[in-house]
């Protein structure tokens, strides 16, 4: 099996900066992509930032310029650093990867997820 723990989080005044980090370990071969999802109070989980395993990266229109997506890979963990927050970027925030398991099968996974508030 394999297992995404995330870590960082928290409450922040708008403006502010945040960092989440998340990890996956298990029975992995490989991993061709990781990133990052939310879901804020009453909607639908979104996507906000993606690493591809050629280093290529997505992010969402309402982050860019503000959020940064890094990976290491040889840790399997995956980063996102959050600057200038505003109240809209309150959510719960998701990990997610695509994993290549030992077993040659690519399924995805998530971490528990971890909750971003930003007010004044």
């Known amino acids: 099996q394999v297992q995404l723990v995330q870590f960082g989080g928290g409450s922040v005044q708008p403006g502010g900066s945040l960092r989440l980090s998340c990890k996956a370990s298990?029975?992995?071969?490989?991993?061709?992509?990781m990133g990052w999802y939310r879901q804020p109070p009453g909607k639908g989980r979104e996507q906000v930032a993606n690493s591809g395993v050629d280093g290529a990266t997505y992010y969402a229109d309402s982050v860019v310029g503000r959020f940064t997506i890094s990976r290491d890979t040889a840790e399997n963990t995956v980063y996102l650093q959050m600057d200038n927050l505003k109240t809209d970027d309150t959510a719960v925030y998701y990990c997610n990867a695509f994993v290549r398991t030992g077993w040659g099968l690519i399924n995805d996974f998530w971490g528990q997820g971890t909750q971003v508030t930003v007010s004044a």
């Open positions: 298990g029975n992995i071969l490989s991993i061709n992509s």
